[in-house]
């Protein structure tokens, strides 16, 4: 091939790219009518049959945005999901396969993509990491601590000490 035979091949391709990217803009607005239409028409379904329907739906959603969404994103739904249950960096591998997470755009070894992501929200403060006797680390949803409201007073009171100074 010369040069312009592959100038042009690389032209139809991003031409290509393009057309697409344009169709898949079109069927994402496509999509968000669909679910919404369902979620909708799953009101009129009988009620011994809804919850059969929803979780089919919910099940279809779900694959559907775990395909789009983060790493990051996608391991804090596995958590929102399972909010007391302590993961191993296996059950989280298995969990997002479960919900459609694509690894194909991986370079790395998803476990290590994983085990990255993982530690970073450790050390952000979102998870806690425990290693049980045989030394396997589990990961659990670090529980939030409530910030105490302050009342009125005080407010008022720290107000008027910053005046002070």
């Known amino acids: 091939m010369t040069e312009s ?32 239409f369902m979620y909708a028409t799953l009101n009129m379904v009988p009620d011994d049959e809804r919850p059969r329907w929803e979780t089919a739906i ?21 958590f929102e999901d399972n909010p007391a249950y302590i993961f191993t960096l296996g059950g989280i591998k298995e969990k997002l396969l479960e919900a459609g997470f694509d690894f194909s755009s991986y370079k790395s070894n998803p476990l290590s993509s994983i085990s990255t992501t993982l530690r970073r929200m450790v050390d952000m403060g979102e998870l806690d990491a425990r290693d049980d006797l045989d030394g396997v ?15 009125l007073a005080e407010l008022v009171r720290e107000h008027g000490d910053r005046k002070k100074k």
Do not use: C, H
């Not at 100038?7 to 999509?31: P, T």
């Not at 775990?66 to 391991?75: E, F, G, K, V, Y």
């Not at 680390?137 to 009342?151: A, D, L, N, Q, V």
């Open 58 to 78: 919910d099940d279809a959603v779900r694959k559907a945005t775990a395909s789009t969404a983060s790493l990051a994103d996608s391991i804090r739904r596995v």
């Open 137 to 151: 680390t589990g990961y659990i949803r670090r529980e939030r601590p409530r910030k105490s409201r302050k009342t």
């Open 5 to 36: 035979e592959y100038e042009q091949l690389l032209r139809n391709s991003l031409q290509r790219f393009r057309d697409l990217f344009e169709k898949r803009e079109e069927i994402d607005v496509e999509l968000v009518k669909l679910r919404q």
